[in-house]
């Protein structure tokens, strides 16, 4: 398995579309080494700015996702 560094710059838009949360960001995309900490990964970095609002925009897709749920599917 190739295993990758994804530094996260900047997220730029969000979307929800048939089950399918998409997200356009700016990235910087690099090749890691495996290491021998068991199974490999990919490893991604964002400031804690970056993850606050990538905290929030998921938040606010999913309610919207919810609410166009029936309240039997809730």
Same mark, same amino acid.
Do not use: C, N, W
């Given at each position: 398995?190739?295993?990758?560094?994804?530094?996260?710059?900047?997220?730029?838009?969000?979307?929800? @579309?048939?089950? $399918?949360?998409?997200?356009?960001? #700016? *990235?910087? +995309? %690099?090749?890691?080494?495996?290491?021998?900490?068991?199974?490999? @990964?990919?490893? $991604?970095?964002?400031?804690?700015? #970056? *993850?606050? +609002? %990538?905290?929030?925009?998921?938040?606010?897709?999913?309610?919207?996702?919810?609410?166009?749920?029936?309240?039997?599917?809730?």
């Amino acid at each position: 398995m190739k295993t990758y560094r994804i530094e996260l710059q900047r997220i730029k838009a969000m979307h929800e @579309s048939h089950g $399918l949360v998409q997200v356009r960001v #700016d *990235a910087l +995309v %690099l090749p890691q080494a495996a290491r021998d900490e068991g199974e490999p @990964s990919t490893l $991604l970095s964002l400031s804690t700015e #970056d *993850a606050r +609002v %990538l905290f929030l925009l998921l938040k606010k897709q999913l309610a919207e996702v919810d609410s166009r749920k029936a309240r039997s599917q809730r």
